[in-house]
């Protein structure tokens, strides 16, 4: 396709967005049935194999975006057999985000860009306020998007075997999402297990985009200065449901770090999991945090120019917190 040049924008002003029916249609179709499976439960409450597969079909698929489509995939934290691989994209097809390669290129566009409006896909400062963050949040999906030129599309992915599988079966194996809690457990597995959990889990996916760019903690590095760069932040709520996605500033601060708990004892399964896979020999070359990490100097400012400190930082000599000093 001929790439056109768009007319000039005023600046804060976004040129103007085309809805996309596919994707307004499907996530209503979605959200519909999930509103009948919560008007199901208080009606006639589910048994607890419902409520089994429920917890099976969310933590499967979820890791299957966290640990593969994100920190396996886009940003090469780690390195694994090709089984393992290939169970992590099958399950990343099965939360219903859409086939690897396209995600993975979505998100490489959202780090190039981040929080820059009109570039970044979905940044909450496209718009002001409360309509900036629903954009963040879904909006952007609900309109028309194609990627900048260089992240039309990826070479290595396109020439990866398990990547162009996943495309072909990627509409069976996202019905399997439904097909799965279906067979186990009926319709209420279906309307429980399937159809709300999907929206649950996607709810809890697009919070990383919309609530850790708006709320929550800078990440700091090893002498106590705050990464600044961006909007991001370290949402504990979205740390617990996203299985340690909402670390989020720390993974902006160190994007191909597999870890996005950086401590010890954070709360962030998806780094578990990756952990149990190199200890069975599954998984190598593991990207860890590093401990004496500061950060560089434009990883300190904002968009005036500021520099980011913590009280702590403060207390330190200068030659402390300059990121070229000892």
């Known amino acids: 396709?001929?790439?056109?040049?768009?007319?000039?924008?005023?600046?804060?002003?976004?040129?103007?967005?085309?809805?996309?029916?596919?994707?307004?249609?499907?996530?209503?179709?979605?959200?519909?049935?999930?509103?009948?499976?919560?008007?199901?439960?208080?009606?006639?409450?589910?048994?607890?194999?419902?409520?089994?597969?429920?917890?099976?079909?969310?933590?499967?698929?979820?890791?299957?975006?966290?640990?593969?489509?994100?920190?396996?995939?886009?940003?090469?934290?780690?390195?694994?057999?090709?089984w393992v691989r290939g169970a992590l994209v099958i399950s990343g097809a099965m939360a219903l985000q859409g086939e690897v390669t396209g995600w993975v290129l979505n998100h490489r566009v959202h780090h190039h860009f981040q929080d820059q409006p009109g570039l970044d896909p979905h940044s909450p400062l496209e718009y002001p306020g409360l309509k900036g963050l629903l954009w963040a949040h879904m909006g952007w999906?609900?309109?028309?998007?194609?990627?900048?030129?260089?992240?039309?599309?990826?070479?290595?992915?396109?020439?990866?075997?398990?990547?162009?599988?996943?495309?072909?079966?990627?509409?069976?194996?996202?019905?399997?999402?439904?097909?799965?809690?279906?067979?186990?457990?009926?319709?209420?597995?279906?309307l429980v297990?399937?159809?709300?959990?999907?929206?649950?889990?996607?709810?809890?996916?697009?919070?990383?985009?919309?609530?850790?760019?708006?709320?929550?903690?800078?990440?700091?590095?090893?002498?106590?200065?705050?990464?600044?760069?961006?909007?991001?932040r370290n949402n504990r709520l979205v740390e617990v449901l996203a299985l340690g996605e909402g670390y989020h500033a720390n993974h902006h601060a160190q994007p191909t770090c597999a870890f996005h708990g950086w401590r010890r004892f954070s709360f962030d399964p998806s780094k578990w999991v990756i952990q149990s896979l190199e200890a069975l020999g599954l998984a190598w070359g593991v990207r860890r945090p590093d401990p004496t990490l500061v950060f560089k100097p434009h990883q300190l400012r904002d968009g005036q120019g500021m520099v980011a400190t913590t009280p702590a930082t403060r207390n330190r000599s200068t030659t402390a917190n300059d990121p070229s000093g000892p």
């Open 1 to 82: 396709m001929t790439a056109i040049m768009a007319p000039e924008q005023p600046i804060g002003l976004t040129p103007k967005k085309q809805l996309n029916p596919q994707s307004i249609v499907i996530l209503g179709f979605l959200h519909l049935m999930a509103a009948i499976a919560v008007f199901s439960v208080f009606r006639s409450p589910p048994s607890a194999k419902v409520w089994v597969i429920f917890a099976v079909m969310w933590l499967i698929p979820q890791l299957g975006i966290t640990v593969g489509y994100h920190r396996m995939e886009t940003h090469n934290g780690f390195k694994c057999h090709p």
């Open 141 to 190: 999906l609900l309109v028309r998007y194609e990627r900048p030129a260089q992240f039309r599309t990826s070479a290595r992915m396109e020439a990866d075997p398990i990547a162009r599988w996943q495309r072909r079966w990627y509409v069976p194996l996202a019905l399997a999402s439904f097909a799965i809690p279906f067979a186990v457990a009926g319709w209420d597995g279906l």
């Open 193 to 232: 297990a399937g159809f709300l959990r999907v929206v649950i889990v996607l709810h809890i996916t697009w919070s990383v985009n919309s609530l850790c760019h708006k709320w929550g903690r800078p990440a700091t590095d090893s002498v106590g200065n705050a990464y600044l760069a961006d909007d991001s």
